[in-house]
């Protein structure tokens, strides 16, 4: 049965609840009650959402290589011959299984954590296919491969084709999934939301064979053209979804602003520094918004460092200047309170408050009700600012900061604080404002690219391994000088693999090796409130150096941090590397990013010098987008609901801008109910959404 035809077929509701009710995950062939428990900690309720589990990565076993091609942490299949009996090493605590290889005449090992089993299936003198990660970190001496998998040469048949790998759970197994997903696919009826005639318009492939292929591959050409086709399909999905909604977005106006452009001047000459012209255009997009007959929904997109905040506090101003309440909502409690000082320190004519999660019960009670009668004009918090029970007078200007860190349902929340009032949210990931006017297509977009004057700007460099210790002699004398520094890498927890460090290891080894240096350890599982504390502390200068996960990407000021070092950095997106970048420098000193690299390829060189020799985020962006293509770029962007499940696909960003144009033709098609369907179930699903 065509695409076509079972479209028109599940336009019948009683054709669509028979349909549902066959996608049980229990209708699927070797699916067990354990097995389905798994399949649900993965996220996967229906045999719909099985179709819908893209492979995380696949398998290339179309050729082998040799060792000595091969750099630092490349994942290859090598054939070789095992030249030595299998040996147990014992090491401190820790024991593996170690053989000597040899790949005509070129020597290398090969060793196996937590699997003594291995010893029993190699033998000596037998040909052999290896496929795993390659070590050899500095370039020099023997490499070797890391927990490989095996198997005879001459009896191959595992390590072959392109397979795909899945991310597994519980007692889920690979070839038990690739079982499921194959079975689910004969039962899944796969329905393209792009209406027919612009199918046959583009000539464009079957959305289902496309299905097939990206789970099972002949080819990477299979495996490519099948993502490209699944995400047109997204991508054409959701911008038709924000289309749809954006109409019903622009609202008539309900607070009339007094504020006149003079008194914001006036205001805007507070700062201790002249607004840039990216700031100067911001304030004019948000005061003519406010002076129009609409809503103003906003989005305020700025490089790191490029002022935001005080374009917000301009339209903060104007509201309360006008009689009416604003509030300012950032994603943690350090932000949220920096922001509050802000407001006392330029809008001190004004009543303000902060509200967040430590804040006392009986504070709380208070604020609330001064909130609800008006005796508040500036309300500053965290998400305790939109729970249920906070009313306003005459809310007019809500300010979302670091729009990356808020979900649409977070947003909506504030809004829905006061109907018709005014919304201005804020990202300081600058994504290619090609991409802005799709994944931002319900807001109004303003951009800031240039950046005060005073800012100093940050040298770059990539750090060989024969200076690592010279850098943290620099780094030891300067935080004797008063200065502070970051150190990041980007794991909580290392791997057996020894490719990656562990925060907490990190924490430990350099704590040894700078003894006189007060460091501090940040990462995700924390509590909130601990988080908040340490980052206050260093903020404080009660420590000298903060090691830390990503965590720090969006945190606050901090103006003697002068030094950022990131481990592994060719495992980070180049826009987050200029996030992190970005948490120094933030003061007068001039200040330093020292990339490491645990790979050596030429790929990653390549990539890492971009950042080394720019220091503009829409730039970086656009190189970021174009050299990591849309799956990574966006990926690495969002997650809730909005693209997770074709985050793991590889597709050029072409394939975005193709999805754009298909939905500007498709509103002029003649029966566009299905995708309208299925454009505001998307928009449903973007509640949990955040954008980086």
């Not at 050899?136 to 023997?142: A, D, F, R």
């Not at 200040?591 to 730039?619: H, Q, Y």
């Not at 566009?672 to 955040?690: F, G, H, N, W």
Request: proline letters at 4%.
């Amino acid at each position: 049965m065509s695409e076509r035809a079972i479209g028109n077929k599940l336009r019948d509701p009683k054709q669509i609840k028979e349909c549902r009710k066959n996608m049980e995950l229990k209708k699927i062939r070797g699916i067990s009650e354990k097995r389905e428990k798994d399949l649900n900690k993965l996220n996967i309720f229906t045999a719909e959402d099985l179709v819908r589990y893209f492979p995380r990565d696949y398998l290339d076993l179309t050729h082998t290589v040799r060792i000595s091609e091969c750099y630092h942490n490349d994942i290859v299949l090598l054939a070789c011959r095992v030249s030595s009996p299998p040996q147990t090493v014992y090491n401190g605590r820790r024991s593996f299984v170690k053989v000597w290889c040899d790949q005509g005449g070129e020597r290398f090992s090969a060793i196996w954590f937590n699997a003594p089993y291995v010893k029993n299936n190699l033998k000596a003198g037998e040909e052999y296919l290896f496929y795993g990660r390659v070590h050899n970190k500095y370039g020099m001496g023997t490499p070797s491969m890391v927990n490989p998998s095996f198997e005879l040469r001459e009896k191959n048949y595992r390590l072959k084709g392109i397979v795909p790998v899945y991310g597994l759970r519980g007692t889920l197994t690979q070839r038990a999934l690739r079982d499921a997903i194959r079975d689910a696919l004969q039962k899944v009826p796969v329905v393209s939301a792009i209406p027919p005639e612009l199918i046959r318009k583009y000539a464009l492939p079957s959305l289902s064979e496309a299905y097939r292929k990206v789970h099972a591959p002949e080819s990477l050409s299979d495996r490519d053209e099948a993502a490209e086709r699944i995400a047109l399909e997204e991508y054409f999905i959701l911008i038709s979804a924000f289309r749809f909604m954006k109409g019903g977005k622009e609202d008539a106006r309900v607070f009339r602003y007094s504020a006149t452009a003079r008194e914001t001047a006036e205001f805007a000459a507070r700062f201790p520094f002249t607004f840039t012209d990216g700031q100067k255009r911001a304030v004019d997009d948000i005061y003519e918004n406010l002076k129009s007959p609409k809503r103003m929904n906003r989005l305020l997109q700025g490089d790191v460092g490029s002022g935001k905040t005080a374009v917000a506090l301009c339209g903060i101003y104007m509201a309360a200047k006008s009689g009416y309440q604003a509030a300012f909502l950032a994603p943690t409690e350090v932000l949220a309170a920096q922001n509050y000082a802000l407001v006392q320190k330029y809008l001190p004519e004004f009543r303000s408050a902060f509200l967040a999660g430590s804040t006392s019960a009986k504070e709380k009670r208070e604020i609330k009700k001064a909130l609800k009668e008006g005796a508040i004009d500036i309300i500053c918090g965290t998400h305790a600012i939109i729970q249920e029970d906070v009313e306003t007078k005459n809310l007019a200007f809500c300010v979302c900061d670091e729009q990356h860190r808020f979900g649409v349902a977070q947003r909506s929340a504030l809004g829905e604080k006061s109907a018709g009032a005014d919304m201005l949210v804020m990202s300081a990931t600058p994504i290619p404002r090609t991409l802005s006017l799709i994944f931002y297509g319900d807001l109004d977009i303003s951009e800031i690219k240039d950046k005060p004057k005073a800012r100093c700007e940050i040298v770059t460099g990539i750090v060989p391994p024969h200076k690592y210790e010279n850098m943290l002699e620099y780094i030891g004398e300067e935080a004797a000088k008063g200065n502070q520094s970051y150190f990041v890498c980007p794991k909580i927890e290392g791997d057996d693999e020894g490719a990656l460090m562990s925060v907490t290891e990190l924490f430990d080894e350099l704590k040894n090796r700078l003894p006189r240096v007060r460091f501090a350890l940040l990462h995700g599982k924390m509590k909130d409130k601990e988080k908040a504390e340490i980052m206050q502390a260093f903020k404080d200068k009660k420590y000298d150096c903060l090691v830390s996960t990503t965590v720090i990407e969006v945190g606050i000021d901090v103006p003697d941090a002068t030094i950022m070092v990131i481990y592994n950095a060719e495992r980070f997106g180049l826009s987050q590397l200029h996030q992190l970048r970005g948490r120094v420098g933030r003061g007068t000193k001039k200040s330093f990013c020292f990339l490491l690299l645990g790979s050596d390829s030429p790929e990653a060189r390549e990539r890492l010098s971009v950042i080394k020799n720019n220091t503009d985020g829409f730039r970086i962006a656009e190189y970021d987008l174009r050299m990591r293509g849309g799956g990574d770029f966006m990926g690495t962007r969002q997650s809730g609901k909005m693209l997770s499940e074709i985050k793991n696909l590889r597709y050029p960003p072409e394939v975005i801008f193709e999805a754009k144009k298909l939905a500007d033709e498709a509103v002029s098609c003649g029966d566009i109910s299905l995708l309208r369907s299925l454009a505001l179930k998307k928009y449903e699903s973007l509640q949990d959404v955040v954008l980086n």
